[in-house]
């Protein structure tokens, strides 16, 4: 079982930046896929990023350009700066593991973009 720890949430003004880190359990955390999601009261979660074990990256069109997801094989962690903020990015951000047919979840963690 993986362990997953999200931190970093919090209120910001529009235009403002956070970062988010996720730290795992994860034995041999270097093959894992790792991506960050979000979810919206009232709406279904849906896909931000995913950093693949090469380090490729990809985004969703909502937050391209804007977000940039990496990780730390070392820290067994991966990262989500988050800049350029919008009211539309408010949710509580959740982290995943994926190895195989395996899926492991964090708690989340709130962000709220407001003024």
């Known amino acids: 079982q993986v362990q997953i720890v999200e931190s970093g949430g919090g209120l910001v003004q529009p235009g403002g930046s956070l970062r988010l880190s996720c730290v795992t359990s994860a034995q041999g955390f270097s093959k894992y896929r790792m991506g960050w999601y979000r979810q919206a009261p009232g709406k279904q979660r849906e896909w931000v990023a995913t950093i693949y074990s090469s380090s490729a990256t990809h985004y969703a069109e909502s937050v391209k350009g804007r977000f940039t997801i990496s990780r730390d094989n070392a820290k067994s962690s991966v990262y989500l700066q988050m800049n350029s903020l919008k009211p539309d990015d408010t949710a509580k951000y959740y982290c995943?593991?994926?190895?195989?047919?395996?899926?492991?979840w964090g708690q989340g963690t709130q962000v709220t973009v407001s003024s």
């Open positions: 995943k593991a994926n190895w195989l047919d395996d899926d492991y």
